[in-house]
Nanobody, 117 residues
Framework: QVQLVESGGGSVQAGGTLRLSCAASGHTYCMGWFRQAPGKEREGVAWIYTGDGSAYYADSSVKGRFTVSRDNAKSTMYLQMNSLKPEDTAMYYC????????????WGQGTQVTVAA
């Protein structure tokens, strides 16, 4: 069992910056960030292999603005979010698995990100 705890969400103005953190209680192979906006389906944002740090992004809407990273010594994954837009408003979830990236087995409770226009 891997427990995940997110932190770092909040409310910012458009163009602002936030950094999300996800602390894992045990070994992980792959970790990822997902988000779900009101009335929309949950979508993947970014993933990172905890071993070599290879990172992947869901699509061009976040690539170049968001950066996923990890600190294995702290068992923590981060999502640096710059140039935030109102459409980034969502509940952000951390997810992880011990053997694969998708679908992840373990999920955090989520942290709210709200971007005002």
């Amino acid at each position: 069992q891997v427990q995940l705890v997110e932190s770092g969400g909040g409310s910012v103005q458009a163009g602002g910056t936030l950094r999300l953190s996800c602390a894992a209680s045990g070994h992980t192979y792959c970790m990822g960030w997902f988000r779900q906006a009101p009335g929309k389906e949950r979508e993947g944002v970014a993933w990172i292999y905890t071993g070599d740090g290879s990172a992947y992004y869901a699509d061009s809407s976040v690539k170049g603005r968001f950066t996923v990273s990890r600190d294995n010594a702290k068992s923590t994954m981060y999502l640096q979010m710059n140039s935030l837009k109102p459409e980034d408003t969502a509940m952000y979830y951390c997810a992880a698995d011990r053997v694969r990236c998708s679908p992840p087995r373990y999920w955090g409770q989520g942290t709210q990100v709200t971007v005002a226009a």
